[in-house]
């Protein structure tokens, strides 16, 4: 991830949005980037950006996510390569687009309430 791939994504995001996008967002030093609050300030308004504390995991659910894709479809298999490991990955995720019920188990931790509120 890098700032112009970031501000791709936000552009994306806002770019037919008729209510205000809130974004909530790790501390990852791009999401902090000059640019990026540049270009989130010329928006005034449409994309609100809201920073997790520092190393909060149990307030993240993508850390839900990959934790279970790493146990159940990485996590006992010998991988040889990026490659394989990135097929796995993208394979289990458009899997994981089809399973609703699943994915909402990820917010239904007591910590995550906040998303719901």
């Not at 449409?46 to 993508?62: A, I, Q, R, T, V």
């Amino acid at each position: 991830m890098n700032t112009n791939a970031f501000l791709g994504f936000l552009k994306a995001l806002v770019q037919d949005a008729d209510k205000p996008v809130f974004l909530i967002l790790d501390n990852h030093p791009v999401h902090h980037a000059r640019r990026v609050r540049e270009y989130v300030e010329t928006l005034d308004g449409k994309l609100k950006l809201f920073f997790l504390p520092p190393y909060s995991p149990e307030l993240n659910p993508d850390e839900s996510v990959w934790g279970y894709i790493k146990y159940h479809h990485v996590g006992k298999k010998i991988i040889n390569s990026k490659e394989q490991l990135r097929s796995i990955v993208y394979r289990q995720l458009r899997r994981l687009q089809k399973l609703p019920r699943l994915l909402k188990s990820f917010f239904g931790h007591p910590d995550l309430a906040y998303i719901s509120e």
